[in-house]
């Protein structure tokens, strides 16, 4: 059984670790709000984030299983051209994409 | 994504509009993280740990990939010096998006502490991709939507703990997909293509120098590249204003 005072030592920690990873950056960057690089950082950040952030799920969804690869590379193509001929609708692009890999994983 | 986008902060529109634009976008987003939210609840019931824990994680710590793992982590007793490492390490990446997260429209100090407790990285994403048009109300919503999607589905999972073998497989390609479809809303013209690739770029080195720590590593490389960039724009006097 878990220690009571080792739950609530955990849960303290990430909550206090998360919080301030997450808040004092907007301290840090509050007053040079105005300047040129914060303000061209947060026009070329997003984009790659997002990338990055696309990578790194697709690896840790498909990146254990060499078999898996292709199939995540399929779902991967399913989204996009869905994404880019069906409108730009997220819902539909992220819904098809998915049931496109649940396929490939159960059924091959 | 949707509605009418605007640059300046809106006046008071309509707070149930914008709380039903932020709930809209936070459909995409979830789901990805409700199944994902399921599959960590009956992650928690199968390491033998109590029901609760779930959405007590999803409160204290709210970061999808930190709780995942420190699912293990506590079942196997894992020193709290070595959590707080952990957690640090995992969750280091959300330093870089206060650079562009619409923090400033939110004026009431309880929301503003509430909008920066939950940054996670989907909320991050949402925004993002749609820069223009942010309100107090709306981001909000988005956020505490995503999260209820994120403790709701814990809380099912732990339930459906004792009647199901295990979660559906694949189902969590739901966010990879979601992160794809961000990513080509974010990158709609030509001037976003060195971002993108400079981002792959860190990628690919993060994967192969670290491994175990490739998506902070990659961030941090990509964060530093932009810096680089930046130098180099202002040192040849031509200022990118894409």
């Known amino acids: 059984m878990l220690d009571p005072g080792y739950v609530v030592g955990v849960l303290v920690i990430i909550f206090a670790i998360t919080f301030a990873l997450r808040a004092v950056p907007f301290a840090v960057l509050e007053p040079l709000r105005e300047s040129r690089f914060v303000l061209t950082m947060a026009i070329w950040m997003p984009v790659g984030v997002l990338a990055v952030l696309a990578a790194s799920t697709f690896r840790s969804t498909a990146g254990d299983d060499p078999g898996h690869l292709w199939k995540a590379g399929v779902a991967v193509a399913v989204t996009t051209i869905v994404h880019l001929t069906g409108g730009r609708r997220t819902l539909l692009s992220v819904g098809l994409g998915t049931a496109t890999y649940v396929v490939l994983v159960n059924l091959l | ?242």
């Open chain 2, 1 to 242: 994504m949707m509605g009418v986008e605007k640059d300046v902060e809106e006046p008071p529109a309509d707070r149930r509009q914008e709380v039903r634009t932020g709930i809209a976008l936070s459909l995409a987003p979830g789901l990805g993280m409700f199944p994902l939210g399921i599959a960590f609840g009956l992650l928690v019931v199968q390491a033998g740990m109590p029901w609760w824990l779930a959405p007590a994680l999803s409160t204290a710590g709210f970061a999808g990939s930190l709780e995942l793992l420190l699912i293990g982590l506590m079942a196997s007793g894992t020193p709290l010096a070595t959590i707080a490492l952990t957690t640090l390490l995992v969750n280091f990446r959300h330093v870089f998006y206060a650079f562009s997260f619409p923090l400033r429209v939110v004026r009431n100090p309880l929301a503003k502490f509430y909008s920066m407790y939950a940054l996670i990285d989907e909320a991050y994403a949402v925004t993002a991709a749609n820069p223009r048009g942010w309100t107090a109300w709306r981001l909000i919503a988005l956020q505490v939507t995503l999260q209820a999607y994120w403790v709701v589905g814990g809380l099912v999972g732990v339930g459906l703990a004792s009647l199901l073998p295990g979660p559906v497989e694949g189902l969590e390609f739901a966010l990879c997909a979601l992160f794809v479809t961000l990513t080509l809303d974010a990158a709609r013209s030509s001037a976003q293509v060195p971002s993108l690739l400079l981002a792959g770029l860190s990628f690919a080195i993060a994967v192969v120098v670290a491994p175990d720590a490739a998506l902070f590593l990659s961030l941090a490389l990509f964060v530093a590249m932009l810096a680089l960039r930046f130098a180099v724009a202002v040192h040849r006097g031509r200022f990118g204003d894409a």
